[in-house]
């Protein structure tokens, strides 16, 4: 597509639900990145996925939070048993080749989720 | 680790006015710096980058960055404000094989007319 894509632009849950958030990246990006953004607060880095694998995951907060990417496009962030706390702005980036520092990162609009 | 600072939650300039957003690093290893601009319901644009070509960077829009090793600055300047240049300003930074980027808190820019 023409940009980084996330569905969907809103989402309101109940705290201890399930929730999916989907990223649809650039074609042929082979890099992925999930960020978290808080009210006032710069992004954070999440996770980050090389091709279908995650290579690095130690900015997921705890075990509640799971990504995947099963072909290498598009990718579902997964929160568990949310709480009122994962209330942000989930934004999705993805970059041409992440071994060249050259290349940017192209970020989608975000996903705001909202925990009540 | 590498990490950023954003001297400044929110800046006010005059239309025409110089626009100056402050923004110092820390990392251990030669860094990799990005501005990125956030409007309102849009995704981050980067703005501009420095990978180490060349210490004066400039950026779409009119603006640019100086990197100065002496002082771990990256600040953002532009000289003359314009209307559409509201909106929040992120700094961040990218050390060596890490694949994260951090950044900072953001500045609001304000501009009046």
């Known amino acids: 597509g023409a940009g980084v894509s996330q569905t969907p632009s809103n989402k309101v849950t109940e705290k201890g639900k399930y929730v999916e958030l989907r990223c649809d990246p650039i074609s042929g990006h082979t890099a992925l990145y999930w960020y978290r953004q808080s009210l006032g607060q710069g992004p954070e880095f999440l996770i980050y996925?090389?091709?279908?694998?995650?290579?690095?995951d130690s900015g997921l907060p705890n075990d509640r939070f799971f990504a995947v990417r099963p072909e290498g496009s598009v990718s579902t962030l997964k929160i568990q048993r949310t709480e009122r706390g994962d209330s942000a702005v989930y934004l999705c980036a993805s970059s041409l080749n992440p071994s060249s520092w050259v290349h940017e990162q192209f970020f989608g609009p975000g996903t705001r989720l909202t925990v009540l | 680790a590498q990490s950023v600072t954003q001297l400044g939650s929110h800046v006010s300039v005059s239309e025409g006015a110089l626009v100056l957003l402050r923004c110092n690093y820390s990392?251990?290893?030669?860094?990799?710096l990005f501005w990125y601009v956030q409007y309102p319901n849009q995704g981050l644009q980067l703005l501009l980058k420095y990978t180490s070509a060349a210490t004066l960077v400039k950026g779409i829009n009119g603006f640019e960055a100086e990197f100065k090793k002496s002082e771990t600055s990256f600040h953002l300047t532009k000289p003359s404000a314009h209307m559409s240049d509201a909106a929040e300003y992120f700094c961040?930074?990218?050390?060596?094989?890490?694949?994260?980027?951090?950044f900072g808190a953001g500045t609001r820019l304000t501009v009046k007319p």
């Open positions: 961040a930074v990218r050390s060596g094989n890490n694949n994260d980027m951090r």
């Open positions: 990392s251990s290893v030669p860094p990799y």
């Open positions: 996925f090389q091709g279908t694998g995650a290579a690095d």
